[in-house]
């Protein structure tokens, strides 16, 4: 049963740019959450969706974040016109139902140059 | 809003030697508790899990205790080996319907052959 997925691993972007992250859930998991983990702070919570709906995105910043989880596929962390302060790790995590164990994926390092 | 701080920061140790590793947090309302490990450049890897209800978990040589009226956890590692080293998370759901952990900033552990 492989684990939670997430793609790109690293990803480099030029100030303005968009930047799309995926996050494949494990086998069975219907619920997604992102997290961010800013250089030398801890991780913090941005958003909790189950497949076509956002549950919580109070972590979420107002402008230019948005997350999905359609139906069909992986879920989508996308942050248009990237700016520097967005470098950072990006987690994702999975449960089978919600306010269980959260497993982790390897995370995807975004530079923005 | 709820806060978890992990003491101490960082933590070197010789091999063999058993250890803990303290955490806290500030709304003692939670739901339940994990703990993980992150290595560098990684994910983070789950545990334990402590239910509120719980006082302690166990997994082979890791124990972790919760005492939720004071708002502590916990987690000892018996007879240290030097894959034990990795940065140790904490991270709470708050009670009254939250999905989000809120994490401290960890513990980074050196176990030294």
């Given at each position: 049963n492989a684990g939670v997925m997430q793609n790109p691993r690293h990803l480099v972007r030029r100030r303005g740019q968009e930047a799309r992250l995926r996050c494949s859930p494990m086998k069975g998991h219907s619920h997604v959450y992102w997290y961010r983990q800013l250089p030398e702070e801890g991780l913090k919570f941005m958003v909790y969706l189950q497949k076509e709906n956002?549950?919580?995105?109070?972590?979420?910043?107002?402008?230019r974040f948005s997350a999905e989880f359609p139906k069909e596929g992986p879920s989508i962390l996308r942050i248009q016109?990237?700016?520097?302060?967005?470098?950072a790790a990006y987690f994702c995590a999975s449960s089978?139902?919600?306010?269980e164990t959260q497993y982790f994926g390897p995370g995807t390092r975004l530079l923005v140059l | 809003k709820q806060e978890v701080t992990q003491i101490p920061a960082a933590l070197s140790v010789p091999e063999g030697e058993n250890l803990v590793l303290n955490c806290s947090f500030t709304?003692?309302?939670?739901?339940n508790l994990q703990w993980f490990r992150q290595d560098p450049g990684k994910g983070l890897t789950s545990l334990l899990l402590i239910q509120s209800s719980q006082r302690e978990q166990t997994s082979g040589r890791l124990n972790a205790s919760l005492d939720k009226s004071s708002g502590r956890s916990t987690l000892y590692i018996a007879?240290?080996?030097?894959?034990?080293?990795a940065t140790y998370l904490c991270a709470v759901i708050a009670g009254a319907g939250s999905y989000q952990l809120t994490f401290g900033k960890g513990t980074k552990l050196s176990v030294i052959p």
């Open positions: 956002i549950i919580d995105e109070s972590g979420m910043p107002k402008e016109q990237v700016v520097r302060g967005d470098s089978q139902q919600g306010r | 709304d003692s309302a939670i739901y007879a240290s080996q030097p894959g034990d080293s």
